[in-house]
């Protein structure tokens, strides 16, 4: 991908960012993980920007009877100091950084530099589910959210010895974006554009790899379709149904969130395109079981949900 021809540079303020996110993860570098993660602790909640802390508030209010409707008196409890929640997600923020910076510098298989994975991501027995459906000799489509760490969740699979990519965000004239790129390449995982159409997501598939989706957000350039999300009616992309149905395969949700001082890695059994519906209906209902596992998931550590992205109205 280039970053634009000579008629489109890249953006003074991009260029600005990543050569600091650069020098972040350079200086990051020779200092302990523990020290990365303490620092970027106390300045992460600082760094949230005034719409950031409007879109906590939003989704909240937008979500907060059907948290009370799973778990009595959740909804209301976040609602009434929302200051305090978005400084919890900013400090989660901060400890994702952390980890993102360690995995630029190499974590692939057997790559001993990335042996702290394997010790922080715990692999319960649900992992099984995930051998099962990579049995079937086609792959496995990995649906999970902007929930725990999504990375440390791409680097354990790969180190356990899982091939694949993800198909991710890949804007065009930011650098900083490219560094995201580079950081999963360090790794072993590729990135697919959005934009780049079916067959290459599929390639993965027909080769029996896993290919990964991030789906609980509102990405208005994508096709998308009203389904209840937390509640309330929310913008979802509509590319995890059209890839099950493509291709005939489940989806398999995938969720990797802290526990204590460690990671919990935990699958859940596939979510299945029901064939007694028409397309639209079945699309739909895969849609709206993929939203009520994430909701069960956010209810479940709020604070490790990105909150402070907006979630039921597009990006202003």
Request: charged share 25%.
């Amino acid at each position: 991908m280039t970053s634009g021809g000579p008629n489109h540079p890249e953006p003074l303020r991009r260029r600005a960012r990543a050569a600091g996110l650069r020098a972040l993860a350079r200086a990051a570098g020779a200092a302990p993980p523990s020290v990365v993660q303490a620092c970027l602790g106390q300045v992460a909640p600082l760094a949230l920007r005034r719409r950031q802390h409007e879109a906590v508030d939003q989704n909240l209010t937008a979500a907060a009877a059907w948290l009370d409707g799973l778990e009595p008196g959740l909804g209301r409890r976040l609602a009434s100091d929302p200051a305090s929640l978005t400084r919890q997600c900013g400090r989660f923020a901060a400890e994702q950084f952390a980890h993102w910076i360690s995995l630029a510098r190499g974590a692939g298989p057997g790559d001993p530099r990335g042996e702290w994975v394997d010790e922080l991501v715990h692999l319960d027995e649900s992992i099984e589910i995930l051998d099962r459906t990579l049995a079937g000799g086609r792959g496995a489509i990995i649906v999970t959210a902007h929930l725990g760490d999504w990375e440390l969740l791409c680097a354990r699979l790969r180190r356990r010895g899982h091939e694949g990519a993800v198909v991710g965000r890949v804007r065009r004239r930011d650098s900083s974006h490219r560094w995201l790129v580079d950081m999963r390449r360090a790794y072993g995982v590729e990135t697919i554009p959005q934009d780049a159409g079916a067959r290459e997501a599929l390639g993965v598939l027909k080769r029996g790899g896993v290919l990964g989706l991030l789906t609980d957000l509102h990405v208005p350039r994508l096709d998308n379709r009203q389904v209840p999300f937390l509640g309330a009616p929310a913008p979802t992309m509509t590319a995890p149904a059209s890839f099950a149905r493509a291709w005939r395969a489940p989806l398999v949700p995938v969720r990797c969130v802290r526990t204590g001082s460690r990671y919990a890695l935990s699958v859940e059994e596939p979510l299945e395109l029901r064939r007694d519906l028409g397309r639209k209906d079945a699309e739909l209902d895969l849609l709206r079981r993929q939203n009520e596992v994430f909701g069960r998931w956010i209810a479940a550590t709020p604070e490790q949900w990105a909150w402070y992205l907006p979630r039921f109205s597009a990006p202003g």
